[in-house]
């Protein structure tokens, strides 16, 4: 599949996805967005692949929505074509993992398609921001909720009303972030955390990603019971046999998918 807007490569069970509209800071437009779902469809239906690295260039992960192509829209236009929604609930519903590479700008659209990912490796270069407020809107694919959710109510707030941006250190602190890398060592610190991914059994992979998303959605009681019934049905695969035979024999395990 050739693309435009993005460079897609995949090797060793991982798909590599590079954000590529240099010319406006990968801003999100709607083209890079429908890309963006077929290149997560095919490495949805790849068995092959286990997970997915999702980066942009050294200077932008992203720098938003693409605010020229928005520019001019109305109400009825953004309404009818429920702008993002699409794009969104198609990276919520993917369930293999996606770690974002966040080298510089992550600001609007680029700060949410960061936090749409399961977990966010920053370079010490990353600036992450939702300026939304200062083109007088307001984040439109999940900023006021994820942010809130990363951060806590008072960084968020003081993030979204002052639109201010928040460096990588910060990030880390305030719990964006799971880990900040010299910039130079970005892509070997992402790729290696999916090939580590990668070589675990896909099946308690997605089970525990799965999990991890329903602590968001549910109560304490009703995730911790679906942890357990899922941990129980872990027992059903080969691959929890093999994972603790590897463990007791002292060798590596040679997970199948099965
Ligand atoms: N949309 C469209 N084009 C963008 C863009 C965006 N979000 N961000 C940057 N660009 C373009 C610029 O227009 C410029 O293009 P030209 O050379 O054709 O003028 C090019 O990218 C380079 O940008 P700058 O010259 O501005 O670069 P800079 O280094 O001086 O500043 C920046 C970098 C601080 C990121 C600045 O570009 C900026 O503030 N960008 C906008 C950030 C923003 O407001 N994002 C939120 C968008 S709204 C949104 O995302 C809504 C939502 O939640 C869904």
Not at 25 to 41: H, I, R, V
Not at 55 to 82: H, L, N, P, V, W
Not at 92 to 98: A, D, G, M, T
Request: hydrophobic share 50%; proline share 3%; glycine share 8%.
């Amino acid at each position: 599949m050739a693309y435009e807007t993005l460079l897609v490569s995949t090797q060793d069970g991982v798909t590599l996805i590079r954000l590529n509209r240099p010319e406006a800071l990968n801003a999100l437009n709607s083209q890079l967005l429908g890309e963006l779902c077929t290149a997560l469809d095919a490495a949805e239906a790849d068995d092959a692949v286990a997970c997915v690295v999702l980066t942009g260039s050294e200077r932008a992960f992203a720098a938003g929505a693409d605010i020229k192509e928005m520019s001019e829209k109305t109400y009825a236009q953004m309404f009818k074509s429920d702008f993002f929604g699409d794009a969104a609930r198609r990276i919520e519903q993917f369930r293999k993992p996606i770690v974002a590479a966040v080298a510089g700008y992550a600001l609007g659209g680029g700060c949410e398609l960061a936090m749409l990912c399961d977990f966010i490796i920053a370079a010490e270069t990353a600036k992450f921001g939702q300026p939304e407020i200062n083109l007088g809107v307001a984040p439109g694919i999940g900023g006021t909720q994820r942010l809130t959710r990363a951060v806590g109510k008072s960084k968020a707030m003081d993030m979204i009303l002052t639109g201010r941006m928040m460096d990588a250190a910060e990030a880390e602190r305030g719990g964006l972030v799971s880990r900040v890398v010299p910039a130079d060592k970005l892509m070997d610190e992402a790729m290696a955390a999916a090939a580590k991914i990668a070589s675990q059994s896909p099946l308690a992979v997605m089970m525990n990603k799965e999990l991890v998303d329903a602590a968001f959605e549910t109560t304490l009681a009703a995730g911790v019971t679906l942890e357990r019934r899922l941990f129980h049905s872990l027992f059903a695969f080969d691959d929890q046999k093999e994972g603790m035979a590897a463990f007791v024999e002292k060798r590596k395990p040679a997970f199948k998918g099965s």
